[in-house]
């Protein structure tokens, strides 16, 4: 057999990763397309990370350069399997002490809407794009994260078709509506061998009763939201939702809790806050019924819409006379509250640095590039942890800002100093609620510590050698 030609490595410890997936690769080109478009994805953002900026090259001008063209030809026309890439990447991540998942995390389902423009990009339509909080043009991904109190990680994504690529519309034995993908990547997660507590969503797939069905079907526990005023069949002097549903547990104060528990909440910059969780009874579900409602709030008395949650759950209660029947082990209040508070990685942290990695940033327009750009956004997210458990950040002076409860205001880009522990070697024996407000400056940090220069490089050092760190 022919030798393989030996690949220009990439800047730093990057190359050390990329010399894990080498033997997915067929050719030369292929190895060295991989590198070059993990470091671009790497590098400081100074622009949308398209395929010029990636390559070092000018907007719209620069598009028929050679390294464009070549990014261009392993996005889009190479022959390499995306699937294999990511299963790789997941492998790496199991295989990794420092990285591996455990039995009291959870899978966090989710979907990322990205605006795109024109009809021709596949799965593109006028839809709900929950990033910007509103309908419009673009491509929605379903995605699914394994997350707990020290590090969160992508593991599987599909973008959603809408009815209107099919031939039938939603008729069309090929559509598959978003709560079905979500299905099929828990079930992937689970025949992947990733360990989780529970599967997390917020009410856009926790209201729909087909959804939670087929994952209770399929053997799978699940935390999720509801939405307050969510209805649902119960006699005339019953509550109908689980707003009404909550109002109906006695409280007097915190002296006289009622049906309330307290249970403290332990934020990541060390203050703890007391919420108050109960079990309540909606229509068929109650506290020994197959689905449990909760609820958890910081204000029994006012239910203040941004800081209570209404939980829908097939973990059984401590105590209750059906938890033998379980093939889950029960779940107190407090449990519950954690692992739906893990969800929150998704909208502190784990969007910043899909942005900052150019997760919406790709101009092409058939399903395979696009998706295998997000598997390319991927591994440099997931690079960016071994790099991060490397060389961990030394302690700051300055501690982290103190920040609400609810988080910073929408669009508000304060960056805090890093955080001043350490990432735990492995999972906490006291779990703490995720409070990653930091984590997107700090872990991107330390990458960008390692790359190659410290601005984009222009195209003339993409062309057959690499820049010298």
């Not at 294999?84 to 790496?92: G, S, T």
């Amino acid at each position: 057999m022919t030798a393989r030609v030996p690949c220009p490595p990439a800047p730093g410890p990057l190359e050390e990763y990329a010399a894990r997936f080498d033997d997915l690769f067929r050719s030369l080109a292929q190895r060295r397309g991989f590198r070059e478009y993990l470091t671009g994805l790497l590098l400081p953002r100074d622009r949308n990370k398209t395929l010029t900026a990636l390559a070092g090259a000018e907007p719209v001008v620069g598009a028929q350069h050679p390294a464009v063209q070549r990014l261009q030809f392993f996005l889009s026309e190479s022959t390499w399997k995306f699937e294999q890439v990511n299963a790789r990447r997941i492998e790496l991540l199991l295989a990794d002490p420092a990285t591996a998942p455990h039995g009291q995390g959870v899978l966090v389902i989710d979907d990322s809407g990205d605006r795109k423009d024109g009809t021709a990009t596949a799965h593109v339509g006028r839809q709900w794009l929950g990033r910007l909080g509103k309908t419009d043009n673009g491509v929605v991904t379903v995605t699914t994260l394994w997350a707990d109190e020290r590090l969160y990680y992508p593991l599987h994504a599909v973008p959603y078709t809408p009815a209107h690529h099919f031939p039938k519309k939603r008729n069309d034995p090929d559509f598959r509506t978003k709560p079905r993908l979500a299905t099929a990547l828990a079930g992937q997660a689970h025949q992947a061998g990733i360990p989780f507590r529970a599967v997390v969503a917020d009410c856009g797939y926790g209201d729909h009763d087909e959804f939670r069905h087929t994952l209770r079907e399929a053997g799978l526990p699940f935390v999720m939201a509801l939405k307050p005023h969510r209805g649902t069949w119960a006699y005339k002097d019953e509550a109908h939702t689980p707003v009404e549903a909550a109002r109906a547990l006695t409280w007097t104060d915190s002296e006289h809790p009622g049906d309330w528990t307290p249970v403290v909440r332990t934020f990541r910059d060390g203050h703890t806050e007391t919420w108050w969780a109960a079990d309540a009874r909606l229509g068929g579900w109650g506290p020994d019924a197959p689905t449990r409602l909760v609820v958890a709030t910081a204000d029994p008395s006012a239910l203040p819409d941004k800081a209570t949650w209404y939980l829908a759950t097939n973990l059984r209660r401590l105590g209750s006379p059906q938890t033998a029947d379980s093939p889950h082990p029960p779940g107190d209040l407090a449990e519950l509250v954690r692992l739906y508070g893990l969800r929150h990685w998704i909208e502190q942290s784990y969007k910043k640095i899909k942005d900052e990695l150019g997760w919406a940033d790709f101009q092409v327009r058939s399903d395979t590039a696009i998706r295998r750009h997000q598997t390319l956004v991927n591994c440099a997210f997931s690079f960016c942890w071994e790099a991060w458990f490397a060389d961990e950040p030394p302690a700051q002076d300055q501690a982290p800002r103190p920040e609400t409860a609810d988080g910073p205001e929408r669009g508000h880009c304060h960056v805090p100093p890093a955080p001043a522990a350490h990432m735990a070697p492995g999972h906490p024996g006291n779990p703490r609620l995720a409070r990653p407000l930091a984590h997107p400056a700090t872990l991107l940090a330390r990458m960008v510590e390692h790359a190659p220069t410290t601005r984009t490089p222009g195209p003339h050092n993409l062309i057959g050698q690499w820049a010298s760190p």
